[in-house]
């Protein structure tokens, strides 16, 4: 029998979220505008910025962003059989600590019942309620462990506001190695707008999605790696958006830049540390959301093939085209082809990057 195909970057607002976002006028909402009659998801930092017209109106949201129907045939248009879904940005990182423990129980209950109504074929990545701080979250997590279908929590870089490599993140970090629950890290919050320069209105989402998004991520794991998080957490597993943003193509200048570093070698963190090489083979899984065969070879040889999971990145990037016209969309079509040319010839190694190594590593048995 071939290896199912499993699709671990795909999102989902459920629907509580939406309405959520529907009653807000600041940054992240929901609303329609004179002209258009679409509702429109406005969703990153100054994105309604007047000053920079080509984004100011969002993305159209339809129902592939919260009916999970949508997803299932998504799903069969597209040959997945099996997705693990995950809440998209900002997740609850905008809520403040009273409003977001409670939040974070709904959204997961949400998330967990939409697998609940398709057996087998959808897991799912757990929201925490980051701005309640780090005793909420670890309750948060233990709770997931219980969650049938939940499979790991999805995190954006600015953890509890002070990022990632924030000592109060260290019982966050331990409580998941205890669950055994890798974390899916995504970006959101893209690199300050002036490094785009005074024409960045003229270019749409190109730079931030391109190149804010992966830079993004790349320093969050960077700021983890250099902090010591994967020198005292040993078991603990992410799974980075977008093949890991260019942390394998920048891996060895790290490296190099932490071994001619003064002031680490004084402050004696340059012994007993873990090199880069080690920590991407044993705590890091990389999407191959990278739309090109390049990416998926960096990505290879950075973690091993064994280490690398498909991915949409659904709902977003469908094809600009009326939706109605139900053809394949050109993001997954990039993303399957990649592989395939990367692993021509190489059948096994093919099926795991689709679908057998999230099915191993991810634990995707429907009990
Ligand atoms: O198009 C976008 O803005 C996005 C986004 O916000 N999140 C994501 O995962 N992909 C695309």
């Known amino acids: 029998m071939a290896t199912p ?22 940054v992240p909402y929901i609303r329609t505008f004179d002209s258009d009659l679409t509702a429109r998801l406005i ?41 693990v879904i995950s809440q998209a940005n900002p997740w609850l990182d905008f809520l403040s600590a009273s409003e977001a423990t409670d939040a974070a129980v709904e959204v997961n209950d949400d ?72 974390v899916f890290l995504h970006p959101h919050y893209g690199l300050p707008s002036e490094v785009y320069g005074p024409r960045a209105g003229e270019y749409g989402h190109v730079l931030p999605l391109s190149l804010g998004f992966p830079i993004e991520t790349t320093i969050a794991v960077t700021r983890m790696i250099v902090s010591g ?37 004084k402050l004696g963190k340059l012994e007993k540390r873990r090199d880069i090489w080690d920590i991407l083979k044993k705590n890091i899984l990389l999407d191959a959301v990278v739309y090109s065969g390049v990416g998926v070879r960096a990505a290879v040889e950075a ?6 999971l498909f991915g949409t990145d659904h709902p977003f990037f469908p094809p600009l085209e009326d939706e109605d016209t139900h053809q394949e969309w050109l993001s997954v079509a990039t993303n399957y082809a990649a592989i395939n040319k990367v692993f021509e010839g190489d059948k096994e190694k093919g099926g795991a990057v689709l679908g057998g190594n999230a099915l191993r590593l991810l634990k995707l048995q429907a009990e």
């Open 303 to 308: 973690s091993g093939e064994d280490r690398l």
């Open 111 to 182: 998330i967990n019942n939409m697998c609940e109504k398709y057996p087998g074929r959808l897991f799912a990545f757990g929201t925490l309620p980051v701005k309640a701080g780090a005793e909420a979250c670890v309750r948060e997590i233990k709770r997931l462990k219980g969650l049938k279908w939940m499979r790991g929590v999805v995190l954006g870089t600015g953890g509890m506001g002070q990022g990632l490599d924030d000592p109060k993140m260290e019982c966050v970090y331990t409580t998941l190695e205890e669950a055994e629950l890798p």
């Open 43 to 83: 969703i990153l930092p100054r994105e309604d910025d007047p000053s920079t017209p080509s984004t100011a109106r969002g993305r159209p949201i339809g129902p592939e962003y919260f009916d999970i129907a949508k997803k299932i045939a998504f799903m069969d248009q597209h040959g997945i059989d099996i997705s």
């Open 229 to 265: 998080v994967f020198d005292r957490h040993l078991a603990l597993t992410l799974l980075l958006a977008h093949s890991g943003g260019t942390l394998p193509f920048l891996a060895g200048r790290l490296e190099s830049c932490i071994l001619h570093d003064a002031h680490l070698k």
């Open 5 to 26: 195909i499993v699709d671990v970057h795909t999102h989902v607002y459920p629907p509580k979220y939406v309405e959520l976002l529907k009653s807000r006028s600041e």
